[in-house]
């Protein structure tokens, strides 16, 4: 078996728990609808959409394999990973209450907890936009400006497609994921759109997943020592 292989029969494992009861997955052990990661780098990389979620009494679907793609970002790079694992009824990029309410306070806590330097959201969108991705920044807002992580980002993922910032998915609601973590952290987030055809063609797929590491380790490595370890002063 070659490596695309490997990958490929990896990624369907994963996708196993996602796809459960028509992709609207399974409660965990702890009766949370989401699943946390715990990782060993200042990056949180969060996935809302990686089942079923509803907006507005519409069922939305599922984004295909973002929960796997956060999944193996988080086991190769010690990241800290979020991931949704069942649909409750719930949308956390559209609505601050509630079940939705409490993915956000989880990720203000592993943000806390963790001392992250940077959140990173991982969305799927159609292919029918002008882009293949589009990175949400809020017009720099929800990044605090920090165009040097924004440049990596952007750079790496021109390597794997079509790259656009602020085109369609902005990240300028204040119910969206990223926006809300940042108003209320401080800690620069980016949302990542990824288009059907790269996260559903393998090799496309194991392409952008080299892309995403590569951003990930960079990132870590610009995040500053004294944000990451602060030490309290006497």
Known sequence: MNDIEDFIKDIRKINEKYVQNNCNGSLGENSNNFMIKSGKIPILISAPHA???????????????????????????????????????????SE????????????????????????????????????????????????????????????????VGNTTVDCIFDA?????????????SKVPCFQIELCRSLRCDASRLEKLMNSLEIIVHKLSQQIEPNKRFDEPTI
């Open 172 to 184: 300028s609601s204040k119910t969206i994921v990223s926006n809300y973590i940042n108003k209320h």
């Open 96 to 159: 601050n209450e509630g079940v939705s309410l409490a993915y956000k306070n989880a990720i203000l806590k592993t943000i806390e907890e963790k001392q992250i330097g940077c959140m990173i959201e991982i969305h799927g969108c159609k292919d029918d936009y002008p882009f293949e991705i589009d990175v949400g920044t809020n017009y720099g807002l929800n990044i605090n400006s920090e165009d040097e992580y924004l440049k990596i980002i952007t750079e790496q993922l021109r390597v």
């Open 51 to 93: 089942v079923r979620q509803i907006r507005k009494g519409k069922i939305k679907g599922a984004e295909t394999l973002t929960g796997p793609i956060v999944e193996i970002l988080c086991a190769k790079t010690g990241s800290n990973g979020i991931i949704r694992t069942c649909n409750l009824g719930d949308d956390p990029n």
